[in-house]
Nanobody, 121 residues
Framework: QVQLVESGGGLVQAGGSLRLSCVAS?????????MGWYRQAPGRQRDLVAT???????NYADSVKGRFTISRDNAKNTVYLQMNRLQPEDTALYFC??????????????WGQGTQVTVSS
């Protein structure tokens, strides 16, 4: 079983910055493949924000390109999201996701509980 715990959310004024962290812990898995951040605003679907592969290849939603940076520390099973120039439309519950490889034929996606980011205008 794998647990993901996010931290770093909060209230910030427009133009400000926040850094989210997500630590994966547990036993019985070989490694963590892709990790990523998703967000969900009230009444809306959960959308991709950014993903990063184990080798460091990144992918971003168009709405955050140039403002957000995703990174990871494989030794610590941790993924980060540096968010700069935040805007009110970035307000959402941010979720961490990990693609966990258990064996050569078994892998699962795990989600964290979410951390709230609120940007005031």
């Amino acid at each position: 079983q794998v647990q993901l715990v996010e931290s770093g959310g909060g209230l910030v004024q427009a133009g400000g910055s926040l850094r989210l962290s997500c630590v994966a812990s547990g036993t019985g898995f070989r490694w963590i493949s892709d990790m990523g951040w998703y967000r969900q605003a009230p009444g809306r679907q959960r959308d991709l924000v950014a993903t990063v592969t184990m080798s460091g290849y990144t992918n971003y939603a168009d709405s955050v390109k140039g403002r957000f940076t995703i990174s990871r520390d494989n030794a610590k099973n941790t993924v980060y999201l540096q968010m700069n120039r935040l805007q009110p439309e970035d307000t959402a519950l941010y979720f961490c996701k990990a693609d966990v490889v258990h064996t050569t034929t078994s892998r699962d996606d795990y989600w964290g509980q979410g951390t709230q980011v609120t940007v005031s205008s």
